[in-house]
Nanobody, 115 residues
C-alpha cells in the first residue's frame, strides 16, 4: 500500500501563485507515475499534470503550472503560477502502482482563486 498526503492549498487572488506538495509513504517502490488531478464542483475529476517516464500537462495549465518530483524525498510538487478563478478545485495527488495497475489517492487539498 501507498499513502499520499497533500499540503499547500489555500485561497489566492487571480494572478497569484501556490505550490502544492505531496509526500508518499509505504511501498513507494511500487510507484512509477505520480501526478495531480483536480475536481471542481459539479465537474468530473481531471488530470492536471503527471510525471513518470514523461511529463504531461492539461492544455488549460500549460505554461502556468510545473510538476516536479524529488524521488529522494518521495515527494511530488505542483507549482501553480498565474492562477485563474477557473483553477478553483480540490486538487488530488495520485500515484500509479506499476505492478498492480492500481491508483492511490491523497485526501485532497482545496485551491480557491478569487477574481
Amino acid at each position: 500500500q501507498v499513502q499520499l498526503v497533500e499540503s499547500g492549498g489555500g485561497l489566492v487572488q487571480a494572478g497569484g501563485s501556490l505550490r502544492l506538495s505531496c509526500i508518499a509513504s509505504g511501498r513507494i517502490f511500487r510507484i512509477d507515475v505520480m501526478g495531480w488531478y483536480r475536481q471542481a464542483p459539479g465537474k468530473q475529476r481531471e488530470l492536471v499534470a503527471s510525471r513518470g517516464g514523461s511529463t504531461n500537462y492539461a492544455d488549460s495549465v500549460k505554461g502556468r503550472f510545473t510538476i516536479s518530483r524529488d524521488n529522494a524525498k518521495s515527494t511530488v510538487y505542483l507549482q501553480m503560477n498565474s492562477l485563474k478563478p477557473e483553477d478553483t478545485a480540490v486538487y488530488y495527488c495520485n500515484a500509479h502502482d506499476r505492478f498492480s495497475g492500481d491508483d492511490y489517492w491523497g485526501q485532497g487539498t482545496q485551491v480557491t482563486v478569487s477574481s
